[in-house]
Each structure stands twice: as C-alpha cells, then as structure tokens.
Nanobody
Framework: VLLQASGGGLVQARDYLRLSCAASGRTFGTYAWFRQAPGKEREFVSAIRWSGGTTYYADSVKGRFTISIDNAKNTVYLQMNSLKPEDTAVYYC????????????????WGQGTLVTVSS
C-alpha cells in the first residue's frame, strides 16, 4: 500500500494550491489530510469517505479548503483557497479502512508529506 502526496509549494497569502494524494494497492473507507506546522503537533485538516458523499473539515479551514475524491484514480485532492501564513505546514495524507476519525492514531497508512509554505 502506498500513499503518494504531491502539490505543495511556496505561495503568497490569499493564493491557492491543490494537493493530491494517490493511493495504490487498495481502496480505503476514509481518506484524510493532516498537517504539521514547525514546532507544533500534527493536526487534522479534512477527511472524506471513499463514497465521496461525506466530508469533514477542521474549523480553521472550513470554507477555504475543499476535499474531493476521484474514485477511478483512487486519488484524493485538497483544494486550498485563500491561503494564510498560518496554513504553512507539511501536509500528510492518510487512510484507514473504517469510518471517519480526526485521531491520527486511527490511520495506519500515511503518505510522505508535502510542504506548503504561505508567505505574508
């Protein structure tokens, strides 16, 4: 099983980025994005069920970020709009067999992370 995250980069505040997480080997019940800023703990950002019908967001990104899934490609996307300097972090995609959870310890599969840097 492999989760390959990509799409990070350096942008200015109010810009946008789209992250991708391509999964290979199998499909999962829930896919999620977490992020870890320098000196901080990893935190939940967003999650989506494989069916695509249910999405979840942290309050800090609600209304700015949109998670989606392309089932045919087994790829999850995170569209990040109106980026802020406080969104700067390494973004990780994760997957689990079960239902939605914000707890990172419930996700056994992780991608390698992609760095997002937002300058003011």
């Amino acid at each position: 099983v492999l989760l390959q995250a990509s799409g990070g980069g350096l942008v200015q505040a109010r810009d946008y980025l789209r992250l991708s997480c391509a999964a290979s080997g199998r499909t999962f019940g829930t896919y999620a994005w977490f992020r870890q800023a320098p000196g901080k703990e990893r935190e939940f950002v967003s999650a989506i069920r494989w069916s695509g019908g249910t999405t979840y967001y942290a309050d800090s990104v609600k209304g700015r970020f949109t998670i989606s899934i392309d089932n045919a490609k087994n790829t999850v996307y995170l569209q990040m709009n109106s980026l802020k300097p406080e969104d700067t972090a390494v973004y990780y995609c994760a997957a689990r067999t079960g239902t939605y959870s914000q707890a990172m310890e419930r996700y056994p599969y992780w991608g390698q992370g992609t760095l997002v840097t937002v300058s003011s």
